[in-house]
């Protein structure tokens, strides 16, 4: 596409220059702010070439709600959004209904979720950006009492917990509510100083920060029920990346039907703000139809020309081979614990490795999990997930996965306790794994689990992302083929149609 036919630009971010007008357009709420003002700022390169000077700014809570929306295939749904910071609000109520949106409830900055959780992890030592880790140490603690925030479904309320002591839900930013839920941590919770550097002093905190989130969200999920009567409930924002969370919301909240979309953190609202933009002009999109499958791999596609500079350019000694013979010939490298990179076609969208830029490894031994959290520059008490046909869910009696939550490792999924000793690296402390529910398929992934399920009896792996502490996921085959020629423990890159060994 020439930029000169893009016709409308979508901003998900409704910060648009002070004294731009703001438009009420029907079905979408908050309000609309467009303007041209911002366009040589934002898209300095693209500005003279565009064939629109105009930018639309959309409420930031409307696009992760339209993201979730129109990837989904559900024409009627409530949305419930939580995240950090964003707009006016950190979490907000929608009920869409044949792509006409309106907003149930909003609720203040102060009581965001998001942030209390980032300043938890901060707490823990794990860093501002630290949540999956906190969720991964919440398993090995015990929890109390403490509930740090509420929320009540009936009057659609947030408190805090009586006994905190400190000023809180009052920050006018962010930086100042972040440093007031740390210092309320310093006056409240064990350890209580900085000296610990041990972090398993905090998993008892991490326990009640864990369960505070996922009663506050099956809280929401209960208010939006009520305010609407509706059956499908869609989860997006930052907070919807909690596993743990969703996977009571999907059991405990009373929807029929509960699902998210591949990317619910800021990544996806590029989907929600073009898709909206859309219906502006003119065009009002459908829900994905049901029979088109999971939406997930939306990366320019890889030539094989480019996969072949790559490998020349390393010096690397490839082999081309069939598909068949390729994906035998890496399932069995699997099977005999070797761990391997996996890079094939587009990559996915979204923070989750979902079988184009992965480090797959065999879940039967835990040492494999060893290997990967070296790779990955990963603390070694980290949990692993996995990725399973329906099959490999049966086969370790898990709980069923969850359209719309399993296809994009959103959901935590206990494993029957007899056959942990199947899959002991990808199952966690807690007897869950945020598991991938992989489709059957004749080639990619779906065929290489078949290939794995012939060697070993599971349609399963451990699945990572195919990347190391501080980089984004692979995206090119240069950056594939340095990272592997960079980690000694990756033993096999596997470029369909290329197989590399590091002998």
Request: aromatic share 8%; proline share 7%; with cysteine.
């Amino acid at each position: 596409m020439h930029p000169r036919e893009i016709q409308a630009i979508g901003y998900a971010w409704a910060d648009a220059p002070p004294g731009t007008p703001v438009t009420q357009a029907p079905g979408i709420p908050c309000g609309v702010h467009v303007t041209d003002a911002l366009t040589e700022t934002i898209l300095p390169n693209l500005a003279s070439r565009l064939g629109t000077r105009d930018i639309t700014f959309f409420d930031h809570h409307l696009c992760h709600a339209a993201g979730a929306y129109f990837l989904n295939p559900y024409a009627t749904a409530d949305i419930l959004v939580a995240d950090g910071w964003g707009g006016d609000g950190s979490t907000s109520l929608f009920h869409v209904d044949h792509g006409r949106f309106r907003l149930l409830e909003r609720y203040d900055k102060c009581w965001s979720l998001g942030m209390f959780y980032g300043a938890a992890a901060a707490y823990a030592k794990l860093g501002w950006w630290g949540a999956g880790k906190l969720m991964g140490l919440s398993s090995y603690g015990r929890t109390s009492d403490m509930r740090f925030i509420s929320f009540d479904a009936a009057t659609g309320g947030f408190s805090l917990d009586p006994r905190l002591r400190g000023d809180l839900a009052g920050g006018p930013s962010w930086e100042k509510l972040g440093k007031q839920w740390l210092a309320a941590f310093a006056e409240n919770v064990f350890p209580y100083t900085d000296s610990s550097a041990n972090a398993f002093d905090y998993a008892p905190f991490a326990a009640d920060a864990q369960l505070t989130v996922e009663e506050a969200g099956l809280a929401l999920a209960a208010r939006a029920r009520r305010l609407s009567g509706e059956d499908t409930l869609l989860l997006s924002g930052g907070v919807a990346l909690n596993a743990h969370m969703n996977r009571r919301i999907a059991l405990e909240s009373g929807y029929a039907r509960v699902s998210g979309t591949v990317a619910p953190n800021d990544g996806g609202t590029v989907f929600g703000a073009a898709l909206l933009a859309e219906a502006l002009f003119g065009t009002m999109p459908a829900p994905l139809p049901a029979e088109v499958g999971q939406p997930v791999f939306f990366g320019p596609p890889v030539q094989t020309g480019a996969v072949e500079k790559a490998l020349e350019r390393a010096g690397c000694t490839a082999v081309a081979l069939e598909q068949d013979r390729l994906l035998a010939e890496v399932a069995a490298a699997i099977a005999q614990g070797e761990v391997v990179a996996w890079f094939d076609g587009p990559n996915e969208f979204g923070p989750r490795a979902l079988g184009a830029r992965s480090l797959l490894a065999s879940p039967r031994h835990r040492t494999t999990l060893d290997r990967l959290n070296r790779v990955k520059g990963r603390e070694p008490w980290r949990p692993a997930a996995l990725s399973l046909t329906a099959e490999g869910f049966r086969a370790l009696d898990m709980e069923p996965p969850v359209q719309g939550l399993s296809d994009y490792m959103l959901n935590m999924h206990l494993v029957g306790r007899e056959r942990i000793e199947r899959a002991p690296a990808g199952v966690h402390v807690d007897r869950t794994t945020r598991a991938q529910l992989v489709p059957d398929a004749d080639t990619g992934f779906g065929a290489l689990l078949a290939a794995v399920a012939e060697e070993t009896g599971l349609p399963g792996v451990v699945n990572t992302s195919l990347n190391i502490k501080g980089e984004p996921m692979v995206l090119t085959p240069e950056q594939g083929v340095d990272l592997v020629v960079a980690s000694p423990d990756i033993d096999l890159l596997a470029m369909p149609p290329y197989l590399v060994r590091r002998s």
